[in-house]
């Protein structure tokens, strides 16, 4: 049988999945680039046990995040410093069928039972830490264009002037974007599983 080298140590409990904190162990482990095809072969595997329930969790989620768009300011801010919760419950979702137990529908709401305050709290620096990105991008922008903003063309095209600026804030901010986009991948699974604290588990 093939190691599964992306599932956290088994530690039941009386939570919807098994918490991991006393066992689990921080050292990084170098995989070879097949682990990643393992790895969604895995995910294939876990989507496939309840393809049913886990289409009816992500159109209700996508439901609810239309819905959100309709509420001025509160509703797309709560989504934002909320999402961390919700993709915290689908992982205790994948992770409780990876260790053998039912996905529920309930699961989509787990991480609001289970470190809810260390995922809003993950939120909030997730919230912060993009618009300080959109600032540094837009001080790129600032810069690049001497603080002169030509205006837009006939036609609402942009205007030739502005392609280098514009680029150069788009690679600014994508420089910054994405490792906060990486570090976020392991951390929504290390905080909502295995207990880890934000900071720690973005670091």
Not at 39 to 66: D, E, H, N, V, Y
Not at 99 to 125: K, W
Not at 159 to 176: E, Y
């Amino acid at each position: 049988m093939s190691e599964n080298v992306y599932q956290a140590p088994r530690v039941w409990g009386s939570d919807p999945s098994p918490r991991g904190t006393a066992s689990f162990n921080s050292t990084p482990r170098r995989r070879s680039a097949m682990a990643g095809l393992q790895w969604l072969s895995q995910a294939w595997q876990i989507f496939a046990r309840s393809p049913g329930l886990w289409i009816g969790i992500l159109a209700s989620l996508f439901l609810a995040s239309i819905i959100s768009q309709f509420v001025p300011l509160a509703g797309p801010l709560a989504q934002n410093l909320l999402a961390p919760t919700i993709l915290g419950g689908l992982m205790l979702g994948c992770h409780a069928v990876a260790e053998g137990d039912l996905l529920r529908f309930d699961h989509l709401f787990a991480g609001f039972t289970r470190n809810f305050a260390n995922l809003v709290i993950l939120g909030v620096i997730n919230l912060f830490a993009t618009g300080a990105i959109v600032a540094i991008a837009l001080i790129a922008f600032v810069v690049t264009t001497g603080g002169a903003f030509p205006g837009m063309p006939d036609g609402g095209d942009v205007s030739p002037d502005l392609v280098v600026p514009l680029s150069i804030a788009v690679l600014v901010g994508l420089l910054f974007f994405l490792p906060l986009s990486m570090a976020n991948w392991f951390a929504l699974a290390l905080v909502a599983i295995n207990d880890l604290r934000p900071l720690l588990a973005l670091y």
